[in-house]
């Protein structure tokens, strides 16, 4: 069993940045796939960016060059750095696992106004 709790959310303007961190309730060390969904009214939840215990991200085409996911298995944290943010960023931002089943966090609101 494992717990997700992300913090960092908030309300930028187009261009900021922000920086979400999702604490762990056990050790990240063992847990193969850590990373970020994210969940826009009236869409799908859709995969932001992810990481295996070896250090290799995966992003969605639309946050390259912009986002930047990194583990800190001292820490227990995940962490979703955004840069240059755009409205259509403007979700609610969740934690995911995979340790044998899938994990949530309860999820952080993004909202990036024009």
């Known amino acids: 069993q494992v717990q997700l709790v992300e913090s960092g959310g908030g309300l930028v303007q187009a261009g900021s940045s922000l920086r979400l961190s999702c604490a762990a309730s056990r050790s990240i060390f063992s847990i193969n796939l850590m990373g970020w969904y994210r969940q826009a009214p009236g869409q799908q939840r859709e995969l932001v960016a992810v990481m295996s215990s070896g250090g290799s991200p995966n992003y969605a085409d639309s946050v390259k060059g912009r986002f930047t996911v990194s583990r800190d298995n001292a820490k227990n944290t995940v962490d979703l750095q955004m840069n240059s943010l755009k409205p259509e960023d403007t979700a609610v931002y969740y934690c995911?696992?995979?340790?044998?089943?899938?994990?949530w966090g309860q999820g952080t609101q993004v909202t990036v106004s024009s």
């Open positions: 995911y696992a995979y340790y044998g089943r899938t994990y």
